[in-house]
């Protein structure tokens, strides 16, 4: 059985595996790097080791 692009669902290429081509490999990471792919969960963020998060700390100076 042949694989399928997860992007557009084209034929893979083996040179872009698992996509069909670098413009869906670049998609993918794009959706990536924009939080798409989040699991969503009931945890709470985690505080960095500083204390404060960022909008914690304008509110304190500002």
Not at 15 to 30: G, I, T
Not at 33 to 52: Q, S
């Amino acid at each position: 059985m042949a694989k399928s692009c997860p992007i557009c669902a084209k034929a893979v290429v083996a040179a872009h595996r698992p996509f069909c081509s670098q413009r869906c490999a670049n998609v993918d990471l794009s959706r990536w790097l924009g939080g798409n792919y989040r699991i969503p969960t009931d945890e709470a963020p985690t505080v960095h080791e500083g204390g404060l998060g960022e909008q914690e700390q304008e509110q304190e100076q500002g």
